[in-house]
């Protein structure tokens, strides 16, 4: 993403030796088509990042404005399908809507909107519309949402309708208000422009090609088995727990762990969805892209798949409803991010304890057989390891 | 679908795995207990900010707990005037560190551990000083989070400037005091102390304490194998007592190997970083400090 008007020094992370910022983790979502919200306070510059955004996408990308009186009429009209409200026939409805070709829909004030509208924009954000029933691709193979609004505390009651929506159609969430600019970038910003509006930044060139084939490039690279196997252990590493699986614990989970559990990643996390554990694994590659064209060599990205894998996993497990909130409020002063660096600490704790028998149990795989001796190290939270390994061994993985 | 499976997982090489599953070692077993992940907010502090986690670690036979270690050497404020007056010193900040810190100087190697100690903090000793290293190494390079003493992590940006005024080869002169002193065996004590190794029979103390008024070591054992002369050492041999096994030519770290009655500093200068077993007690310098740290709570 090139230089836009938005300011920001804070390092979101380090990965392979290469400063990770607010712009980059954009730029990560959108190579990956994995829409985004941002989260955060007034004046925290997230309208002006996703601005910046939708800049790359020239007169492919759609501006929306939340507004709670908005209906699905005037949302239809904002992108040119008013037609559709005179009841057409299904081959006139594509006709209309092949002509969409918005790659990027970026809704500022989400949380405005009515249920009604709000859906009508996840679809556009994963690219159709519904009318009548009937699902309508638009964007030309490629379209991708970035939302913003300011949630706080509402975000994560699993009673509140919006934040149930969130969880569910938006892939990563970044709250911007972690990692709000410095002072010295408050300074240039100030020094260099007092017009308190967000600044629309003029899109001179669309660059949505150039986009789109980065993500196609992405998309069409093979996952390392590493990310996929670190992927298993966030499926079914982090569902193991004395009662055997969070997730059948149900509402159990948390209070009905056993006490040495409750103050360990096992009480503080619930493993993630296999449509988070897609969306991990694609952000990492991004990331691992990106930092690879900031200089990361190919051999430190490599040898840290487990590094970008765990960044990503921050990034969309921090609000995706997967923490033990009470938890995270009592121990880690309510900061999601804080929690789930412990839990990632943990989880290289435990990696580091395994490398040499995940390694060996793959190079066993390689010759088409499974070590008892290796697999006998396979207990408790590594479980699934010998499921993994048999299904690799009869894939004739090699 | 067939998978491709890789060379490598986390640095672990297949043959490498392999050869280790094959042989009659005991392979790595895994966690039972689950870990505590809470990095519990120091309570003991009045800044825990301006401090950084050190986990506890075990090293053959010494471990020691979870640490707070100061992230600029020690300076003066009323607790540390407080504790110098008490123990009869007077202590000025005399050195400067790049962002403009300064700290306490011209202060001899027992001046420096026992204003610490009457603080109610520790001086650290070469083995945690050297994983203080590796810790601000990891959090730089991003493969291990960082804690301060509040429990927030801290950015590589922070890390690499507290790395760098320590490490990095440049002027000004700057140093540190270890809580490490060195001496070598009376020949009729030998037979009596384990671990003593013929031909290098030194003893190492360290974890000094005041005992009415006197600094005395905790623990005092047969210093471990390590490179006995002078010159460029490997950095990835540190033994249990954080002293090096091996030698080097890559001119990453000096070492002055263990002398009797002498004490162990770090030093960086323009010419080079290195860990000093050899520094008279009594020497000072202006631009000669200490770190403080201290058991986190």
């Given at each position: ?16 030796g ?19 919200f ?5 004046g ?53 809507t ?5 790659h ?7 949380p ?16 159709f ?13 490629y ?18 309708d ?83 699986s ?64 765990m ?52 190079a ?35 | ?9 986390m ?61 600029h ?60 290293k590796?810790?601000?190494?990891d ?74 008024g ?15 002369s ?18 080097s ?49």
């Open positions: 993403m090139k230089q836009g008007t938005y300011k920001n020094s804070t390092e979101l992370m380090n990965l392979h290469q400063s990770v910022y607010m712009p980059d983790i954009v730029e990560a979502c959108l190579r990956g088509r994995l829409n985004l941002l989260q955060g306070d007034t925290s510059g997230k309208t002006q990042l996703m601005r910046d955004a939708m800049a790359e996408f020239g007169d492919k990308g759609l501006f929306i404005l939340g507004r709670n009186d908005m209906d699905t009429r005037e949302l239809f009209q904002q992108v040119n399908l008013e037609k559709l409200r005179t009841g057409k026939s299904s081959s006139e409805i594509r006709e209309l092949d002509k969409i070709d918005h990027f829909i970026g809704v500022d004030e989400l405005n909107c009515v249920p009604a509208v709000r859906a009508q924009l996840f679809n556009l954000f994963d690219g519309i519904e009318i009548n029933g009937k699902a309508y691709q638009i964007g030309k193979g379209s991708v949402g970035i939302a913003t609004g300011n949630l706080g505390q509402k975000f994560t009651e699993s009673a509140n919006l934040g149930r929506a969130l969880k569910d159609r938006m892939h990563v969430t970044v709250d911007t208000d972690y990692f709000a600019p410095t002072a010295g970038d408050t300074l240039e910003i100030l020094a260099g422009n007092t017009n308190p509006r967000v600044e629309f930044s003029d899109s001179e060139k669309d660059n949505s090609q150039e986009m789109l084939e980065k993500h196609r490039n992405l998309v069409g690279t093979e996952v390392p088995l590493q990310k996929l196997l670190i992927t298993n252990y966030l499926l079914h590493g982090l569902d193991y727990c004395s009662k055997g969070k997730r059948k614990m149900k509402e159990s989970w948390p209070t009905q762990l056993a006490n040495n559990e409750q103050g360990s990643d096992v009480g503080l996390v619930l493993p993630v969805s296999p449509r988070a554990a897609k969306s991990v694994i694609r952000l990492s590659q991004a990331l691992d892209d990106i930092v690879s064209e900031k200089g990361a060599s190919a051999d430190a990205v490599k040898r840290g798949y487990f590094d970008s894998m960044q990503a996993y921050k990034f969309v497990a921090a609000y995706s409803g997967v923490l033990n909130d009470s938890a995270v409020e009592a121990n880690y002063d309510g900061d999601k991010y804080k929690a789930l660096d412990a839990v990632i600490t943990t989880t290289r704790t435990q990696f580091d304890q395994q490398k040499e028998n995940i390694m060996a149990a793959l066993y795989a390689s010759k088409g057989k499974m070590s008892d001796k290796v697999m006998s190290k396979f207990t408790g939270r590594w479980g699934f390891m010998k499921d993994t390994v048999d299904r690799i061994i009869k894939s004739g993985g090699q | 679908m067939k998978f491709t499976i890789p060379s490598e997982f640095g672990v090489t297949s043959e490498e795995a392999l050869k280790l599953a094959e042989s009659n070692k005991t392979l790595q077993n895994p966690i039972v207990v689950p870990q505590a992940v809470i990095p519990i907010p120091a309570t003991n502090l009045r800044d825990p900010s301006a401090y950084i986690i050190l986990e506890g670690k075990t090293h053959g036979n010494y471990s020691y707990p979870d640490l707070l270690v100061g992230m050497r020690l300076g003066l404020d009323t607790d540390v005037q407080s504790a110098a007056q008490n123990l009869g010193l007077s202590v000025q900040e005399t050195g400067q560190e790049k962002d403009g810190t300064k700290y306490l100087g011209n202060i001899n190697w027992e001046q420096a551990l026992k204003i610490n100690a009457q603080l109610g903090n520790v001086t650290l000793n070469p083995r945690q000083f050297i994983d203080f590796e810790l601000l190494k959090g730089i390079g991003g493969t291990r989070a960082v804690y301060d003493g509040r429990g927030n992590r801290i950015s590589s940006l922070n890390l690499n400037s507290v790395y760098d005024e320590i490490f990095e080869v440049r002027d000004p002169w700057r140093s540190e005091w270890l809580d490490a002193k060195f001496s070598k065996v009376n020949q009729g004590l030998m037979a009596t102390i384990k671990g003593l190794v013929k031909g290098q029979e030194y003893l190492v103390h360290y974890n000094h304490a005041l005992n009415n006197s600094l005395t070591p905790v623990t005092s054992e047969a210093l471990e194998s390590c490179v006995m002078d010159g460029w050492i490997d950095i990835n041999s540190f033994n249990n007592q954080g002293l090096p096994t091996k030698t030519s890559d001119k990453r770290m000096y070492f002055w190997h263990p002398v009797d009655g002498r004490v162990a500093r770090f030093l960086a200068n323009s010419d080079r970083a290195g860990l000093y077993c050899i520094w008279d007690p009594s020497g000072t310098n202006s631009n000669l400090g200490v770190r403080a740290a201290r058991k986190k709570i």
